[in-house]
């Protein structure tokens, strides 16, 4: 497309409601496996899901977005956690999907999980960036946030980015815009590569396993078939033009400098400055609780 505005975008989709949807997971969500493992409690929140040996479990939005912010609490697994792991992600389907990742790796009691991002375009990824966190993810919930705009992705942890995948389709860099995504979460195993590449496996002692959400929060462009409904001027999409401000600017290269421990190699013809960074970083586990003092 020769536009990157919103407006050229949007008039390409078969049908962009734009608005503000909020818990509950019932009227939002269906759970899709794990045999009464996933749970929707309260009338409606929070929604639990649970791992045992015999199974994880999972579950994905009614609604299709193109574009949106979207925000979703979660309180994940305590204690040692090892082997397993949290997803939480937009995705469509088919071989040539678009997918933005949040993946939460466990780790032995004591030690930081490991924050996975990715996104996906095309049906292509490899653009992975790691995270410790300067939180502690399972004594509380805490907010993880993704805005997806047609200018870029920003991945948010309590409101502070950590991320920014921007839109590089003029250097000839696939970008996700095309594709409507739901949204998916799960509880499974994954030890043969989660924790320390495999080396550490889940001990099935401290099952059932279990991971918490609540106030999930989409404002958001729902995709269904008709015609096109969009108003840009509208406070409400002030998301759809959003950018890092100087301050969150500030915040992003703080984690990155202190809390960032790998992003994704590329070879060196590939001109995708979104898919690879400018080190790699083995860091030693950070201090929880320790905040960004400006």
């Known amino acids: ?3 990157l505005s919103c407006i050229p975008l949007l008039l390409f989709v078969s049908l962009l409601t734009c608005s503000l949807v909020a818990c509950n997971f019932n009227q939002h969500f269906d759970i899709t496996w794990g045999d009464g493992r ?3 409690l309260n009338n409606g929140e929070p929604l639990t899901l649970s791992l045992d040996k015999a199974s994880g479990s999972g579950f994905q939005s009614k609604n299709e977005y193109l574009f949106g912010k979207i925000d979703m609490q979660l309180k994940l697994v305590p204690g040692n956690s090892s ?3 949290t997803a939480y992600y937009l995705s469509s389907q088919g071989p040539t999907h678009d997918e933005i990742d949040f993946e939460f790796l466990g780790n032995l009691s004591g030690d930081p ?3 996975h991002t990715n996104v996906f375009s095309q049906g292509k990824g490899n653009r992975e960036q790691q995270f410790y966190v300067w939180l502690d993810p399972t004594a509380d919930f805490h907010t993880y946030s993704i805005l997806w705009n047609p200018q870029r992705i920003i991945f948010s942890v309590d409101g502070t980015p950590i991320r920014e995948f921007k839109n590089s389709e003029p250097i000839g860099v696939s970008y ?3 594709q409507p995504m739901r949204i ?3 509880l499974w195993n994954a030890d043969d590569w989660a924790t320390r590449g495999g080396l550490v496996k889940t001990d099935w002692t401290h099952a059932p396993f279990t991971a918490s959400y609540r106030n999930f929060n989409a404002n958001a462009c729902v ?3 008709g015609a096109s409904s969009f108003s840009s001027s509208s406070n409400d999409n002030a998301w759809l033009q959003e950018e890092l401000d100087s301050t969150s600017q500030e915040s992003l290269q703080w984690v990155q400098k202190n809390y960032m421990i790998y992003c994704a190699a590329v070879p060196k013809h590939v001109k995708d400055r979104n898919m690879a960074c400018t080190k790699r970083l083995p860091l030693t586990a950070p201090r929880l609780n320790q905040r960004h003092d400006g």
Do not use: Q
């Open 83 to 85: 082997g397993t792991v």
């Open 223 to 225: 995709w269904s078939s």
């Open 176 to 178: 996700p815009k095309d």
């Open 1 to 3: 497309m020769a536009s």
């Open 38 to 40: 996933a749970k929707i």
């Open 184 to 186: 998916y979460s799960s």
């Open 113 to 115: 999980y490991i924050l």
